[in-house]
């Protein structure tokens, strides 16, 4: 059965750094396209980063473009998400998908999700 699992959460000063990493396990995802979304309090999902399988193609949303950056290491079958310069808008529950074909913004086109993980960043 295949699985996503999302570690590396936490509470964070505004300013600080969290790296999360999410664990494929049960079928190998080095073939797909992976992404982070996020999702706070009241709100909707929200597209946050996209990595395509040879990790040369790479999107990010307008809000974190400079300050987080998506990598995976297929070898692993692990994707991260480096966070830097954090601040209070970025608190959310964290998700990693996999199963798309392209690197995509759109939540619909990914086949696996994780549990999610919490970030809190403090003001």
């Known amino acids: 059965q295949a699985q996503l699992v999302e570690s590396g959460g936490g509470l964070v000063q505004a300013g600080g750094s969290l790296r999360l990493s999410c664990a494929g396990s049960g079928r190998t995802f080095r073939t797909y396209a992976m992404g982070w979304f996020r999702q706070a309090p009241g709100k909707g999902r929200e597209f946050v980063a996209t990595?395509?399988?040879?990790?040369?193609?790479?999107y990010y949303a307008d809000s974190v473009k400079g300050r987080f950056t998506i990598s995976r290491d297929n070898a692993k079958n692990t994707l991260y998400l480096q966070m830097n310069s954090l601040k209070p808008e970025d608190t959310a529950v964290y998700y990693c998908a996999s199963g798309a074909q392209a690197p995509s913004r759109r939540y619909g086109e990914y086949e696996y999700w994780g549990p999610g993980t919490q970030v809190t960043v403090s003001s």
């Open positions: 990595i395509n399988w040879s990790r040369l193609i790479m």
